[in-house]
């Protein structure tokens, strides 16, 4: 069932795209449909091209956008395949995209999922319920190694060789709340005493690596840069400063001219093809964190291509 979900950025992000009534655009994230709905609503002749690793998604949006469907795709796949999609339609160009990495809220609120700490259900963690590779399996087959690599370079988990030691310890672990179990017995008491749920990092690393999401995103943004229109922008807003890393490297690997040595001498001038937008990023509203408690470290860039 369709509950309260708000769109963060939904005002800051419409107005970055500069949505042209003819265009074409892609929402990389569809979720609940909130930004597609807004998107979509200024749409004449243009048409908007969704995507959602999540079918449950995919089924609810349908319902917000019923009055729209004839000006929207619905694609069930990884936004790391947005142009390999396209081009089955034969779109070669786009004049805005929109990537909102926020989890899809349901994926938390749904117990049986196995996403959150809060609830009881086996490990899951799956956005897209068909592939194989689950957090259960991470949990019990991954080396003490490469768990301890996905703890910290995910999760940014200061303790992750004591909770892996645990993990290995207490395998098989089945639920969600048996992995919190064990994650606090590899915690210090100044961690378990201190604000902020103790087994958040390690969660959000787990949901991670099950989905791949860091390297879609790479993938996705190195791809999709390429077929923006003159003038067409990408819109991005993160979540943690892993996302947040990645677009704004990314962002200035096409925007910025390379580094050279002051002895080697300027033949011409390098021609960017982008420009950054939001060098300095923009954060969200005090008012919108005080209704919209998942907004508070949410961050939003945009990219452009040049006429």
Known sequence: MMGSHLSIFKSEAIEALAIKPE????????????????IVKQLTSGHL??????????????????????????????????????????????DGILFDLGVYSPQFDTP?????YRFNARLDMRM????????????????EEKLKDIFYRFGEERYSNSIVKQIINNRPIETTLELVDVIKKGLPNKVLNSKGHPAKKVFQAIRIEVNKELDSL?????SVVKILNPKGRCVVITFHSLEDRIVKDIF?????????SR?????EEIQLEY????????????????????SHSAKLRILEKKE
């Open 23 to 38: 265009g074409i655009y892609v929402d990389a994230t569809l979720g609940r449909g909130g930004h597609s709905l807004e």
């Open 49 to 94: 091209y969704v995507f959602d690793l999540d079918l449950e998604a995919i089924k609810e949006s349908k319902i917000r956008l019923a009055n729209y469907l004839d000006k929207i795709t619905f694609c069930h796949t990884n936004y790391a395949n947005i142009v390999s999609v396209l081009n089955t339609y034969n779109i070669k160009g786009v």
């Open 112 to 116: 049986e999922r196995g996403f959150s």
């Open 128 to 143: 897209d319920q068909s592939q194989s590779l689950n957090a259960y399996e991470v949990v019990n087959t991954y080396s």
């Open 218 to 222: 790479e993938k996705s943004l190195n």
């Open 252 to 260: 200035n690997s096409v925007s910025k001219a390379p580094k050279m």
């Open 263 to 267: 002895r080697v001498p300027l033949i």
């Open 275 to 294: 420009k950054h937008l939001t060098k300095n990023v923009i954060k969200v509203s005090e008012e919108e964190k005080e209704t919209n408690l998942r």
